[in-house]
């Protein structure tokens, strides 16, 4: 079973540019969710992708954007960068389904993007 | 709104020592609850999880309980080892919306 993968590792923008990252679910899965962690700070929701369509985002502008292919790995993408977009972005993928009470997410092990 | 507020670290203890991290939530309805870890150098894991008040996680000796009426979610574990070094993250997810949310993390070290 091959688990969640992102790529880059690490990355290094200037302000005002676009970056994309790329992450590959876990085998099976068919949901994949990004998050935003700022240095001793927790994970930040910044949206989820189901059925190749967006299903929830947390509080990030409409610069954050994001898609799912249909073999169900995902694109993040950040437009106008600025600096406190500093931080490690990471991919979480599950298993969805509408009945389910509960929801495990595995995460990779995440980006870390540096805007000076 | 929603939220999750961890008992702030770091925290240090002697190999075999009790261990409690406080995790209360503010969330409407009836979230699911759950504690992740972050061993060093690598990603996210879920340790437990608990869907509804009274439910128990447990996993590698760690327990939480889902407690309604105190809005908590209190991580313990009877006796730590050095391996349990990590940062804990309390988080909860909304079905409504679709909403995930984590606590800012609290730091673990424990010294043999």
């Known amino acids: 079973e091959t688990g969640v993968t992102q790529s880059p590792t690490h990355l290094i923008k200037t302000r005002g540019q676009q970056v994309t990252l790329r992450c590959s679910s876990q085998?099976?899965?068919?949901?994949v969710s990004w998050y935003q962690q700022a240095l001793g700070q927790g994970p930040q929701f910044i949206f989820q992708?189901?059925?190749?369509?967006?299903?929830g985002r947390g509080n990030f502008p409409p610069r954050f954007s994001g898609l799912q292919f249909p073999n169900y790995s995902s694109e993040l993408n950040v437009n106008a960068l600025e600096l406190d977009d500093s931080a490690l972005y990471l991919c979480?993928?599950?298993?969805?389904?509408?009945?389910?009470?509960?929801?495990?997410?595995?995460f990779g092990p995440g980006t870390r993007l540096t805007v000076t | 709104g929603n939220s999750v507020t961890q008992m702030e670290g770091p925290v240090t203890l002697s190999e075999e020592a009790f261990l409690t991290i406080n995790c209360t939530y503010t969330?409407?309805?009836?979230?699911?609850l759950f504690w992740y870890v972050q061993y060093p150098g690598e990603g996210l894991q879920l340790l437990l999880k608990?869907?509804?008040?009274?439910d128990k996680g447990s996993n590698k000796g760690f327990e939480a309980t889902y407690r309604k009426e105190t809005t908590s979610f209190h991580l313990e574990k009877g006796s730590v080892q050095v391996s349990d070094s990590a940062v804990y993250f309390c988080?909860?997810?909304?079905?409504?919306?679709?909403?995930?949310?984590f606590g800012t993390g609290t730091s673990l070290t424990v010294i043999p």
């Open positions: 992708y189901y059925r190749e369509e967006e299903n």
């Open positions: 969330a409407t309805g009836y979230p699911s």
């Open positions: 988080a909860l997810w909304r079905r409504t919306g679709n909403q995930f949310y």
């Open positions: 979480a993928s599950s298993l969805f389904s509408d009945m389910q009470a509960s929801y495990e997410q595995y």
């Open positions: 608990a869907t509804k008040a009274d």
């Open positions: 085998s099976g899965h068919n949901t």
